[in-house]
């Protein structure tokens, strides 16, 4: 789908048809031109269809979910039974919102509710915002705010090869140590040993992490094996600050300007570490801005004049 504000062009694609790759491969399009005696090649995706650049790509994972409009879009599936079982939508309600990855993980799926609160809120953003996102749900009963959908589009500025990668802001951690120390020794061994990154074979890899000496930041470290299997260490890692009222991941290092791989899967990770800092009472989500209420002014009954 296309989605269109003025000017501003928004192409809704699968992940498989974000990436240039597939329009340079031609496939049936480019045949049917050669067999036509076409000039022009036919475009094979959405992306190429819309000639000049869009301004905005966005992919997504597997779809799922209802549009609230449907008469069965009940937050109860079978309606309201005595053991009631929420919908999918209304418990990965958690947003991921980064650079397209190079390939979804297995298990990502990307509610429609949230892919169109993505268009959205990018359709009406200034210019020169986020150029291309991927948007994937998340478990979580409560949706980004907005505050939070801004942060996660300030990371999507410029290239994927910036060195800002993942910001999340609570209210309140109530201790920085003993987050940091979670992080170190509870997720990332977890996150470690899944498909994604221990199936990484070719190239560096990352296999360990280091608790900084004041206790406010994990560095993850790459590391590859050279031809004589000897051990070597990249000269860029990823750095997880974090704060009394925040977790920010960026990369560090010499070379912190070239992507390194498995690290859209890390990112994709830390956005559950998040929503499982909250959920264990390592930090505190950042509340709701509340609505002024609307005071509406009492009619005063005009005084009682005296009879003449």
């Not at 992306?47 to 009940?74: D, H, K």
């Not at 297995?106 to 953003?125: K, Q, Y």
């Not at 993942?166 to 940091?180: I, K, M, N, W, Y």
Request: hydrophobic share 45%; with cysteine.
């Amino acid at each position: 789908a296309a989605a269109a504000s003025g000017c501003r062009t928004i192409a809704v694609v699968p992940l498989a048809e974000a990436s240039p790759a597939a329009e340079a491969e031609g496939g049936l399009g480019a045949v049917l031109a050669g067999w036509m005696g076409q000039a022009a090649p036919v475009p094979t995706s959405m992306v190429g269809a819309l000639g000049p650049s869009p301004a905005c790509v966005v992919s997504y994972a597997p779809l799922f979910g209802l549009p609230e409009t449907r008469p069965e879009a009940c937050a109860f599936v079978g309606g309201p039974l005595r053991s009631p079982v929420l919908r999918e939508e209304y418990v990965r309600r958690g947003v991921l919102c980064t650079f397209p990855p190079r390939n979804a993980a297995p298990d990502d799926r990307s509610s429609r509710l949230s892919v169109g609160e993505a268009v959205a809120r990018l359709a009406v953003a200034p210019p020169g915002h986020a150029k291309q996102a991927y948007v994937a749900s998340l478990a979580g009963s409560v949706a980004p705010s907005d505050k939070e959908w801004a942060e996660r589009f300030a990371t999507l500025q410029g290239k994927p090869g910036t060195s800002a990668l993942f910001r999340a802001t609570f209210s309140e951690v109530p201790s920085v140590e003993r987050l940091t120390t979670w992080i170190a020794t509870k997720w990332f061994p977890a996150v470690i040993k899944t498909y994604e990154l221990a199936s990484i074979r070719v190239g560096a890899r990352p296999v360990r992490c280091e608790i900084r000496a004041d206790g406010t930041a994990v560095e993850i470290i790459w590391q590859l094996l050279d031809k004589d299997f000897q051990t070597q260490t990249v000269d860029a890692r990823m750095l997880i600050e974090v704060s009394s009222n925040s977790i920010t991941a960026t990369r560090v290092g010499r070379d912190r300007r070239t992507q390194l791989k498995g690290e859209d899967d890390l990112v994709r990770r830390l956005n559950d570490a998040a929503v499982q800092a909250v959920e264990k009472g390592l930090a505190t989500k950042e509340a709701p801005p509340k609505k002024k209420k609307r005071v509406v002014p009492k009619a005063v009954a005009p005084p009682p004049q005296a009879a003449a």
